[in-house]
C-alpha cells in the first residue's frame, strides 16, 4: 500500500513538471499578443497634448489610452491615468 502511494506521489510530482514546462512557453507566446496594445492615435485627434492627470506633455504614438468627456477626447500616457482621469474628469481638467 505504502509503495503505491509512493508510486501515486512520483507520478504526481512528474505530472507537475511536466505542466510547469508546458506553461513557460505558454506564457512567452502572451508576452508579445499584448504588446501591440498601444492605441494609434493621432494627436490632433485629442483636445489637448496633454495628460491631465500627471501632466506630462502627450507624444504621437506614446498614447497609451484615451478617455472622451464631454465631446472632447483626452489622452492619456498609461492607463492608470485614464482610470484616474474617469473618476473625475472635471476637477482634472480644471486644475491646467
Ligand atoms: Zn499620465
Redesign the pocket.
Known amino acids: 500500500m505504502k509503495k503505491i502511494f509512493f508510486a501515486a506521489n512520483i507520478l504526481l510530482a512528474l505530472s507537475l513538471v511536466s505542466c510547469n514546462q508546458k506553461a513557460e512557453p505558454k506564457a512567452e507566446t502572451a508576452a508579445p499578443a499584448t504588446e501591440p496594445k498601444k492605441m494609434e492615435v493621432k494627436l490632433s485627434d485629442l483636445s489637448s497634448n496633454k495628460?491631465y492627470?500627471?501632466g506630462?506633455p502627450l507624444e504621437e504614438g506614446g498614447i497609451a489610452d484615451t478617455a472622451s468627456y464631454e465631446g472632447k477626447l483626452y489622452g492619456?500616457?498609461?492607463s492608470?491615468?485614464k482610470a484616474e482621469f474617469q473618476k473625475n474628469p472635471s476637477s482634472h481638467l480644471a486644475q491646467k
Open positions: 495628460d492627470v500627471c506630462m492619456f500616457c498609461a492608470e491615468c
